[in-house]
């Protein structure tokens, strides 16, 4: 019998916690425009969704983030496209129903009223994307200014907004999901093994096990790899608070408290994992209460449940336009299988279709250089099939 090959080190959250880069791993890119839209009158609402918009610019990028996830999880692309090249794009970030600043209503969550929540937020006075929802019948196209891109259960509201949105579309980049959840075992055996992400076990456990699911075990332990924002140069962005912090000595994230000197700089951590622990942490421990396990049980059974048939899927391609669509697979996504890109792929037929040997759940962070650029040439194909480059 082969040996097992060992586990990569995933740094425990008490170490984290006393890292100087600690209070400095969620940044504070000071968004251009913000606030909460009412949506889901009619549908178990209203209940309010948080969107922020960061940039200026004319191509308009619109970020889904995935299951338990805070919009601050595209910080890179944030950073990125709404800050650096702020004349260029204006981006789009939302908590999706559930998580961060957005309600969480206590009823049945479905990918399909994620993705309606969407569009009336796109809709909406203050953001103003969309010329109005439900979108008026037109005898002529309207016009495609929305660039979107999402990854995981994000990638499945992403393509039930494409159902609604298609001819509004400019480009779709759906990265590390599915058509619906398959599974070589049971669907509850699929569904209990995403539940113990968070299930009582240390939270040392917890987040050790994301990890190594999330990411690609070799990326895991390589030096922090991250493009700091420095708040002398980058437009928009204010220096981390120098913050009290708790470092944890048990397995519930309690103990002696820290204080973290960091001259008003953004910092570097030992390990790319460690970066992810801390950022874990900072979901975790928010003191006002955004993330909860409500909130992530009702996200995960959206995701469970969601299903577009290859008609469907086919139908939305067609309607969007092929060579508008970049679908992307990981062959080390430990969340969802490489089985799930190859089978939307085949469904679908995108103008790009990448399954990306060694590559894990989260490109928009373990390759988020690459991903960028990935994302300018899918907004730069949109701009100029609409003659706007």
Not at 164 to 183: G, H, R, W
Request: overall charge neutral.
């Amino acid at each position: 019998m082969a040996p097992k090959t060992p586990l990569p080190k995933v740094p425990t959250v008490a170490e984290t916690l006393k890292h100087p880069a600690y209070a400095t791993a969620t940044w504070d890119l000071v968004p251009d425009r913000k606030g909460l839209v009412p949506v889901a009158e009619g549908r178990g609402g209203p209940f309010k969704i948080s969107w922020e918009i960061h940039g200026v610019g004319p191509t308009k990028i619109m970020f889904i983030m995935g299951l338990g996830g805070f919009r601050s999880a595209w910080q890179r692309q944030t950073l990125h496209f709404g800050h650096e090249r702020r004349d260029q794009y204006s981006v789009l970030l939302i908590d999706n129903r559930g998580m961060g600043d957005s309600d969480k209503p206590l009823m049945r969550y479905s990918t399909s009223d994620m993705a309606l929540d969407i569009a009336e937020v796109l809709a909406s006075p203050e953001v103003g994307w969309l010329p109005s929802w439900p979108l008026p019948p037109s005898p002529s196209a309207p016009a495609r200014t929305l660039h979107v891109v999402s990854i995981s259960m994000g990638g499945m509201i992403a393509q039930e907004l494409a159902v609604l949105l298609a001819e509004s579309i400019s480009s779709l980049s759906l990265v590390c999901t599915a058509a619906a959840i398959e599974n070589t075992t049971s669907f509850a055996e699929n569904m209990a093994q995403r539940a113990s992400l968070i299930l009582p076990k240390s939270v040392d456990r917890t987040v050790a096990d994301a990890a190594r699911r999330i990411f690609a075990p070799s990326w895991l332990e390589l030096p922090d790899d991250v493009h700091l924002p420095d708040p002398a140069t980058t437009p928009n962005c204010n220096p981390p608070a120098v913050a009290t912090t708790t470092a944890s000595e048990g397995s519930e994230g309690k103990g002696r408290k820290v204080e973290q000197e960091n001259s008003g700089r953004y910092l570097k951590f030992e390990s790319n994992a460690q970066r992810f622990v801390a950022q874990e942490m900072h979901k975790r421990l928010d003191p006002a209460g955004r993330f909860t396990i409500r909130g992530f049980l009702l996200q995960l059974i959206a995701a469970g449940w969601h299903h577009k048939s290859p008609a469907q899927l086919s139908d939305m391609a067609d309607r969007v336009g092929r060579d508008r669509i970049l679908v992307m697979h990981g062959t080390e996504d430990g969340m969802i299988s490489v089985h799930h890109g190859r089978k939307l792929i085949e469904y679908m037929r995108p103008g790009k279709g990448f399954i990306v040997e060694g590559m894990g759940h989260a490109p928009l962070v373990e390759r988020w250089e690459w991903f960028n650029g990935v994302i300018e040439e899918q907004c730069r194909l949109g701009e100029r099939s609409d003659g706007r480059e």
